[in-house]
Nanobody
Framework: QVQLVESGGDLVQPGGSLRLSCAASGSIFAVYAMRWYRQAPGKQRELVADITRRGTTNYADSVRGRFTISRDNAKNTVYLQMNSLKPEDTAVYYC???????????????WGQGTRVTVSS
């Protein structure tokens, strides 16, 4: 029905940059809030950043000032620009979005499969 596909994860050195992308596709009426989560081995999944349809953003304290979330509503795509990467940023990054497929019904929460980011020298 609705699919989220992430891309852009890679191995990068500390201090480097990566740009993650996540595109929603399928039977979409509207895409509302979009979010990036991450999960490191042995840790719980945590919210990294989120963005409303109008572009209001929110960041975890650990990434504020280094990461930037943005979106292209025409493409149903959300991005995460990650700068000044640290080893502690190593995790699988997951895309999440509230997507409506039927105009008269509430939106549902959808998840991507994740993309791996490894920050190491």
């Amino acid at each position: 029905q609705v699919q989220l596909v992430e891309s852009g994860g890679d191995l990068v050195q500390p201090g480097g940059s990566l740009r993650l992308s996540c595109a929603a596709s399928g039977s979409i009426f509207a895409v509302y809030a979009m979010r990036w989560y991450r999960q490191a081995p042995g840790k719980q999944r945590e919210l990294v950043a989120d963005i409303t349809r109008r572009g209001t953003t929110n960041y975890a304290d650990s990434v504020r000032g280094r990461f930037t979330i943005s979106r292209d509503n025409a493409k149903n795509t959300v991005y995460l620009q990650m700068n000044s990467l640290k080893p502690e940023d190593t995790a699988v990054y997951y895309c999440n979005a509230d997507v409506s497929t039927i105009p008269t019904m509430p939106s549902n929460d959808y998840w991507g499969q994740g993309t791996r980011v490894t920050v190491s020298s």
